[in-house]
């Protein structure tokens, strides 16, 4: 069995979260960024109140400001902060200093990334349009993948996440839009699948 860290994003209602849980994911994501797949703070917090302490909880948020970014994290009780916009360092060291888990994520955009530039505990390589299903060219031979922990995302679903690991030596792998039935409705059979094929990988 692999130990490919595992994480659920973009889970919005009690089924996701128990499913994600039982199906043997490490970390789930809730999404405070615009979008389908949006929850505001008190969801997050009944959603988060169901997972138990060996998963990690994550906020995913996009060019908020760094009050919006902590009333949230307070209001919901999530453990980790996942930033998808241009902050900077001192953005970074504020939460950092906080006490937060920082997950950074940015596009692959076939430029090498630093892994723990900003001051991140993970880096996570993700889509040009994140959420949005659409794969990268995560084995072009062109790719070169980051150093330490880091986590690969976009396009992933239950038919390529163990070749996509295999293929990047990625850490873990994050999945949102490919365990779903439709655009923001999770599917129980594919949150399964994906974390039974993630932890076939050899």
Request: charged share 25%.
């Amino acid at each position: 069995m692999s130990d490919l860290f595992v994480k659920i994003c973009g889970l919005r209602t009690g089924q996701d979260v128990a499913t994600a849980v039982e199906a043997g994911a490490d970390a789930v994501g809730f999404v405070f960024a615009s979008g389908a797949r949006t929850v505001d703070g008190p969801t997050a917090r009944q959603l988060a109140q169901q997972v138990p302490a060996h998963v990690l909880t994550v906020g995913v948020f996009r060019g908020q400001s760094l009050d919006e970014v902590r009333r949230l994290t307070d209001e919901s009780g999530i453990r980790a902060v996942q930033l998808h916009g241009d902050e900077g360092v001192e953005y970074y060291e504020a939460l950092r200093a906080e006490g937060r888990t920082l997950i950074r994520a940015t596009a692959a955009t076939g430029v090498p990334v630093l892994n723990g530039e900003l001051g991140e505990d993970l880096l996570l390589l993700d889509a040009p349009d994140p959420g949005s299903g659409k794969p990268w060219e995560w084995s072009s031979p062109a790719f070169s993948a980051p150093t330490g922990r880091w986590l690969l995302a976009g396009g992933l679903h239950p038919g390529n996440v163990r070749r996509a690991a295999e293929v990047t030596g990625a850490w873990g792998v994050d999945v949102s839009s490919g365990v779903e039935s439709e655009r923001g409705v999770k599917s129980p059979e594919l949150i399964r699948a994906f974390v039974a094929e993630a932890r076939r990988l050899l």
